[in-house]
């Protein structure tokens, strides 16, 4: 019997890629995988660099150990020193915050090494402060007596201060003193809480009342008088732990 061939049979498999030329093409710097490659460390250090940004504009809850202080992270306090932000002074002054407060042993002109916002008005002797970092003194490596350094550190009424180490001390005195708490420059949502409270709303109505809206220049004594009694009562409310808002992150 004649056997019949089908017509039109099965197709030859296709050639298999040379595996040297396969192994060359993906590790050639131009290759499609050597580019997929660069994208991915590009995209990965762009994601670490943006929650780095990310996190050092938040509130901090937790502090960075050094010289036996709990001291806010230093990416914060750089954000932190450059600007002027009080309702973050009072967040972290808050009863309950780890980090360490310094108080100071004389009265001093008010600077900022960062090169942020500064009081015009002076530090006193006694006045509570929240140390933020220390700064090394720089001797270019010699032995120089005196040299000690310094501290940055926040005060209530939200501006960072550049300090000596023998301006600071760390004993706490029988009455602490504050920088005065800018009222006017607080969110509105902070102002409404201190006002919420029954004791220091009835202050801020009465200084409202006396000041008419101003608190130097022409002011009688007894907008003096009660101005002054507002900025205590405000202070003794958040020491004693008064609820306020959240302050958002940094810009």
Not at 1 to 28: F, I, Q, R, Y
Not at 178 to 198: G, I, N, Y
Request: proline share 7%; charged share 25%; hydrophobic share 35%.
């Amino acid at each position: 019997m004649t056997s019949v061939l089908a017509c039109g049979g099965a197709s030859p498999p296709a050639a298999s890629p040379d595996p040297v030329e396969s192994d060359a093409a993906a590790a050639a710097p131009g290759g499609a995988a050597g580019e997929r490659s660069e994208e991915s460390k590009e995209g990965a250090a762009k994601t670490e660099e943006d929650a780095a940004a990310d996190a050092s504009r938040q509130i901090p809850t937790t502090c960075e150990q050094s010289d036996d202080m709990c001291l806010p992270p230093a990416a914060f306090v750089k954000r932190l020193c450059s600007g002027f932000h009080p309702d973050v002074a009072l967040s972290l002054f808050a009863k309950g915050t780890p980090f360490t407060r310094g108080y100071l042993t004389r009265d001093t002109e008010a600077w900022n090494a960062s090169g942020g916002s500064s009081s015009n008005d002076k530090l006193l002797f006694d006045e509570e402060v929240l140390i933020l970092s220390r700064r090394k003194a720089d001797t270019g490596g010699m032995v120089v007596s005196g040299a000690g350094g310094g501290y940055d550190v926040l005060r209530w009424d939200g501006t960072c201060a550049s300090l000596m180490t023998e301006e600071v001390r760390l004993h706490v005195p029988p009455k602490p003193k504050f920088a005065k708490v800018p009222w006017k420059s607080l969110d509105q949502k902070t102002r409404e809480a201190f006002q919420a409270d029954e004791k220091v709303g009835k202050i801020v109505a009465e200084r409202r009342r006396e000041c008419k809206g101003a608190t130097m220049g022409a002011v009688s004594l007894k907008c003096e008088k009660v101005d002054k009694q507002m900025g205590a009562a405000l202070v003794e409310f958040v020491r004693n732990g008064g609820a306020l808002p959240t302050p958002g992150p940094l810009p």
